[in-house]
């Protein structure tokens, strides 16, 4: 992204601020920068699916993701918390020996808004630190808790050296009452094509045992996405 973008970007994202996993702020949001940032919004190649996982490493819940995603002969982008890497580094592991590409959601699950720019910094770079070290893998790519870009988060992540990426779908499969079937339904409402797609493997922020909805949901996600011709891959395989 040029720094004209990532500045726009900032701008764009304070006036959005605030955003959690609720409200239809979030959504007209998502849809703004869809249009005016697709870059940030993930929308790559039309031909290809990058599903993401935010929250992990699940010690539970990750594994269950993993042998699902085998079954479809899928790779993924996973973004670990340095807090749930250290806690469950064997889980960690596991995603990267799978062939699956591991990035960076932060140290803790803490909006940056907030928060100084140091303290952004420090928990970007710790979090790349623990995850790279205990993955094996460099990440590349760094999403903010909840996605909330504050001009700490683009010091953040320029001093880190990875890129920013947010999502331009998402399954809203936090949230309680969700089932495989509802869960892909809202990736399709909120597909725009191109997308990269915004799932958790992990309930540490997000109702108890959502995961369950989340591992449901692929099996619909793969009948529809092969119907239509689409590639799932991991964000590296995405742009
Ligand atoms: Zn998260």
């Known amino acids: 992204m040029s720094s004209g973008g990532v500045a726009r970007g900032a701008a764009l994202a304070m006036g959005a601020a605030a955003v959690a996993h609720v409200g239809p702020g979030v959504v007209a949001w998502r849809r703004g920068r869809c249009a ?19 929250d992990g490493p699940h010690p539970v819940s990750t594994p ?8 479809f002969g899928w790779h993924a982008t996973f973004f670990c918390l340095g807090s749930e890497a250290r806690r ?6 596991e995603i990267a020996r799978r062939g699956h590409e591991v990035a960076v959601h932060g140290d803790t699950h803490r909006s940056h808004l907030l928060r100084s720019a140091l303290d952004v910094s420090r928990d970007v770079i710790s ?30 992540v320029h001093r880190s050296g990875m ?10 499969d936090w949230r309680a009452g969700q089932t495989g079937l509802s869960v892909a339904d809202e990736v399709d409402r909120t597909s725009t094509g191109g997308d990269t797609v915004l799932l958790h493997d992990s309930d540490i922020t997000s109702t108890e045992r959502s995961w369950e909805a989340t591992v449901a949901s692929l099996e ?14 991991p964000l590296r395989e995405h742009f």
């Open 163 to 172: 890129d920013l990426v947010l999502w331009s779908a998402w399954g809203r």
């Open 36 to 54: 005016v940032l697709p870059r940030l919004a993930g929308i790559g190649r039309l031909d290809h699916v990058a599903l993401t996982f935010d």
């Open 127 to 156: 979090a790349r630190d623990s995850i790279g070290e205990l993955s094996g893998q460099s990440p590349r790519w760094f999403r903010p808790p909840y996605g909330a870009v504050a001009a700490s988060t683009l010091v953040g």
């Open 88 to 93: 469950h580094p064997g889980t960690l592991r």
């Open 220 to 233: 619909v996600l793969a009948r529809r996405w092969e119907a239509r011709g689409l590639v799932v891959g």
């Open 64 to 71: 269950l993701v993993l042998d699902a995603l085998e079954r």
